[in-house]
């Protein structure tokens, strides 16, 4: 769910207007899972923008306030959320650690960095969210090492319905700052797309895996 209507529609607009999104639907993108997509969402370019950067912070540090009241400690899902997760962290002035997709296979052979006490409650940073199985191999970690976590905030989803069932599975709460609905109203509104470019973008979400293009 996303945390509130009016910054959905702000961080989405803030995301257009740095390019953080793109929108091709005449050229594709592919993603690593060999997706074809009409969009490309790279927040890390949240970080190159400071007040981008320093409007999304504040948002998700109230969001979490509101939703989640203050955890003990902040995680950030490697890599894309490192940064971001720290930021958070600093604003609330709670301590950090970050989660990697599998543990290394030298030195402490660590899966999470940083130093985190079985028992704390924890939110989970994420940048983006598509299907959920990056992020929620992120939150199983935790858990394994004893953290009680409250939820998970991210930035932007594309609200795969496959995710909504991902998190409902793993009883993982999630809001995100803003979403792909959000995100086509906000292109609508501003007469930057003719309807069959609009449709197009709309049948992608429906079946993202079998969508092969315009």
Not at 46 to 68: C, D, G, H, N
Not at 153 to 168: L, Q, R
Not at 178 to 207: C, I
Request: net charge neutral; aromatic share 8%.
């Amino acid at each position: 769910m996303i945390f509130d209507k009016d910054t959905a529609r702000q961080t989405a607009e803030e995301l257009l207007q740095i390019k953080a999104i793109k929108l091709q639907p005449q050229e594709p993108f592919t993603w690593a899972s060999g997706w074809k997509s009409p969009i490309y969402c790279d927040n890390r370019i949240i970080l190159s923008f400071p007040e981008t950067r320093t409007f999304v912070r504040q948002q998700m540090v109230k969001a979490i306030t509101e939703k989640y009241g203050t955890p003990n400690v902040i995680a950030g899902v490697a890599t894309g959320a490192i940064a971001m997760g720290i930021l958070v962290a600093e604003e609330m002035g709670l301590p950090f650690v970050y989660v990697r997709p599998e543990a290394k296979s030298h030195g402490r052979k660590n899966q999470i960095e940083g130093s985190l006490e079985a028992g704390k409650k924890v939110v989970v940073i994420e940048d983006l969210i598509s299907t959920g199985g990056s992020s929620l191999k992120a939150v199983n970690a935790l858990r394994e090492a004893g953290a009680e976590v409250v939820g998970m905030a991210a930035v932007f989803t594309y609200g795969f319905s496959i995710a909504d069932e991902n998190f409902k599975e793993a009883d993982c709460k999630l809001f995100t700052l803003s979403n792909y609905d959000h995100l086509l109203e906000q292109v609508r509104s501003k007469g930057a797309m003719d309807n069959p470019t609009f449709s197009t973008l709309q049948e992608w979400r429906k079946d993202p895996a079998a969508w092969k293009g315009v």
